[in-house]
């Protein structure tokens, strides 16, 4: 049977003959045999396996290996009379792969700094930490999608290249044909890679009702901080028919849903991060689904860190955009959990919030949660067609340009909201990874981009 170790360590089963293949983590010779850590990636624990020295390629092989080698093995699954571990393979047969040389082999039996790790993406994938990182991300991911699809949500593969900018930031990195001439341009008009699929999800929940897309998303933005990208995976669901107050109750319970769904699952991989990466990880996760988020408005926000002797770098008055020093003082310092703040100024916010009856704020929501700062940005969206006109042109976004989405207003248009959620500000948060590059395989930042 050729199975992987974390279902083999699963069922506990024993007396089986069982295949695994995986790569050498360690290897350690005792009298008459030596022992090897084998990891298949499945899950974070290795299985040892037992070599006796009678084995016929023991000699040329078996004692030849190190850390990083391939192979297959075939044996017999035991009880472990060793303490820590409760199964071991007892070899048949292992015949070896791939060699890994010990002399240039970068992952050698010592721990690592995540910043060299870093310097080779290509090989991170097989340490615990960032293995672990990479099997919580995938469960994320199956868990959003269960979110939505359990909710009758329709997913909507929104495009990559674009010509609209949805955030109206000027952020868009540009796509061209090579050899393409300015004045005829591939697309016909100047082209990007997205920075949003919103606009193009409002198109979707103007027939479908409820949709969601799940992409990358890109921004030229020279930001170098550990919680930025320029490119990131964002999860984006739009809802016709849904104000502020049930677009904040769906982003509520899909962050408990998705974190509960790896509490239950990825129980291994958390209590890693939970020793190394972010001590009291697993109660602070624990506390989020079990609680019921802050809610408090931009004014309330403003009014409380003004009051503070707090020193900011950037003073906070009304009328200021928040930064991530006010961010992480509200959901850190003064609530100690996710806090969502409304209604911030029309001036600081894009083109398609709605704007509310007092002219000067629109039905915008953030999320606010500890480590990381805003991990859900959304609004409820302008539906009437002459305030969404005067926004655009307030906002120097040329109405000529969005026609189509004009024209979501023009027939039968409808209250209607959603919002994005940054996937790796996601991860990062149920990991405890404080840099944001460290829970996306490639990451994309200005001067890097590996592989
Ligand atoms: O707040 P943002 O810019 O909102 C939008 O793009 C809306 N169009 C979403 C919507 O309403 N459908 O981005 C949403 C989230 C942020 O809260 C943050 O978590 C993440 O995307 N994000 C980034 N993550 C990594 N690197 C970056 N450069 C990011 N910029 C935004
Ligand atoms: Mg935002």
Redesign the pocket.
Known sequence: MNKRIGTLLKQKETGIQVVIKGWVRTRRDTGSFSFLEINDGSCLANLQIIADKNLPNYKDEISKLSAGCSVIVKGCLQESPAKGQQLELQVDLLEVVGWADPETYPLQKKRHSLEFLRSISHLRPRTNALGAVTRVRSRLSYAVHSFFQERDFSQIHTPIITTSD??GAGEMFQVRASGEKDDKPFFGLQAGLT????LQ?EVYAAALGRVYTFGP?F?A?N?NTS????E?W?V?P?MAFCDLSCNMAVAEELLKFVLRDILSNCAEDLALFDKFIEKDLLNKLQNVVENDFVHITYDQAVEQLSGLNERFDFPVEWGIDLQSEHERYLTEKLYQHPVIVTDYPAAIK?FYMRLSDDGKTVAAM?ILVPGIG??????QREERLDKLVSRMEETGVDPHEYNWYLDLRRYGTMPHA?????F??LVQFATGMKN?RDVIPFPRTPGLAPC
């Open positions: 949805c955030e920075v949003s699929g919103q999800a998303t921004r933005e930001s919680r930025h990208l320029a990131f964002m984006e739009e894009p953030d805003e991990i859900v940005g959304g609004s959603g919002f994005g959620l940054g790796e500000r944001i």
